[in-house]
């Protein structure tokens, strides 16, 4: 009877998940895997695994990552400290040289264990028939170094990737008009990617449970924030670090015609699955207008 009970439960999750695979069937959609949420190993498989998932259930995933911890970690080794102006990583050109090996290192990895588990991926960086064109990035007048401004995405690869059922795995490096390579926030890479292939979703992996209105009070976590309200958030002073550009990229993105963008705790296992396939809301939805909010509920 137990057993029974068991089987029934797991078949009313797959019937949850059909409205959600028919609506996404087709459909690309993006993840930003952020470093935050990379370092720990099973962790990193499961998400690879929930994209593969995705994928096999009619889905066109394109994986996003970053990797900012690692970079760090490696720079450290050669004794180069790292600094940060805005939530960007203030790039010489020693730093790029690390940013880029390391950055490369982290994409062949995930490679490998997205074919471990039977799908096909292809890692690029922006640089690889030039999906990432950038200017060099200047903030407010500060000159931080090799970081790109992408002014403008290639999408030829990537539809010919996806269009042969590979998974195009992609770090954020870009060149410039004189093939000069430059570091790029791997958020500002997944939102312009996302845009720029019209995806459906775009959903950011981190490590933290989602936006919250005061980051010292665990308890004002915001489970869905409308264009205007994340805008009148980014002038509170509440937002930080990496959660600026973050925010920021969710806001273009929605505005750039991405119709879910979402925020999501990477350290929660299977988050991509439970945002994908169930009516529970993990993390923090920015959501275009009211008509939004009132169809997600009632999908
Ligand atoms: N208001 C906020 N809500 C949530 N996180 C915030 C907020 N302000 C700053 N943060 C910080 O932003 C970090 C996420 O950005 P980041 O470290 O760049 O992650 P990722 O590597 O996934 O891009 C969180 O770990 C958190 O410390
Ligand atoms: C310009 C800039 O800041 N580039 C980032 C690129 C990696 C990244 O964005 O990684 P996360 O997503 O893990 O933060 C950096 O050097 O850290």
């Known amino acids: 009877m137990e057993d029974m009970e068991n089987w029934l439960a797991k078949a009313n999750v797959l019937i949850e998940a059909l409205p959600y695979i028919q609506r996404f069937h087709g459909k ?26 995705l994928k096999l259930v009619g889905f066109r995933p394109i994986i996003v990552h970053g990797g900012g911890k690692e970079i760090t970690k490696w720079m450290k080794k050669v004794d180069i400290e790292s600094e940060f102006y805005k939530g960007l990583r203030i790039t010489d050109k020693p730093s ?7 950055l490369n290192k982290i994409n062949k990895g995930l490679v490998s264990m997205m074919e471990k588990v039977g799908v096909r991926a292809v890692g690029i960086s922006g640089k690889d028939g030039s999906v990432l064109k950038v200017d060099k990035k200047l903030v407010g007048d500060k000159d931080i170094g090799y970081v790109g401004e992408i002014k403008e995405v290639n999408t030829e690869l990537l539809n010919t990737l996806l269009d042969n ?48 209105a005061d980051p010292l009070d665990k308890s004002t976590l915001i489970s869905e924030l409308s264009v205007k309200e994340a805008e009148e958030l980014l002038g509170s002073g509440n937002i930080g670090g990496g959660m600026l ?14 119709s879910r963008v ?23 939805a920015i959501i275009g207008d009211e008509e939004e909010r009132y169809y997600e509920k009632n999908v």
């Open 28 to 53: 690309t959609i993006v993840v930003k895997y952020g470093g935050s949420a990379m370092v720990d190993h099973d962790l990193k498989k499961n998400v690879i695994r929930d994209v593969a998932l």
């Open 96 to 102: 790029m040289e690390i940013v880029e090996m390391v």
């Open 165 to 212: 059922d590979f998974v195009p795995v992609i770090c954020p490096i870009g060149s410039d008009d004189g093939f000069y390579s430059y570091n790029i926030n791997a958020d500002d890479a997944a939102c312009a990617i996302a845009a720029a292939v019209g995806a459906a979703k775009l959903a950011f992996l981190t490590d933290v449970e989602g936006v919250y």
């Open 245 to 258: 550009p973050k925010i920021h990229n969710c806001v273009d993105a929605i505005k750039s015609g991405v």
């Open 262 to 284: 979402h925020i999501l705790d990477g350290r929660i296992e299977h988050c991509l699955l439970l945002e994908f396939f169930t009516n529970r809301g993990i993390g923090t």
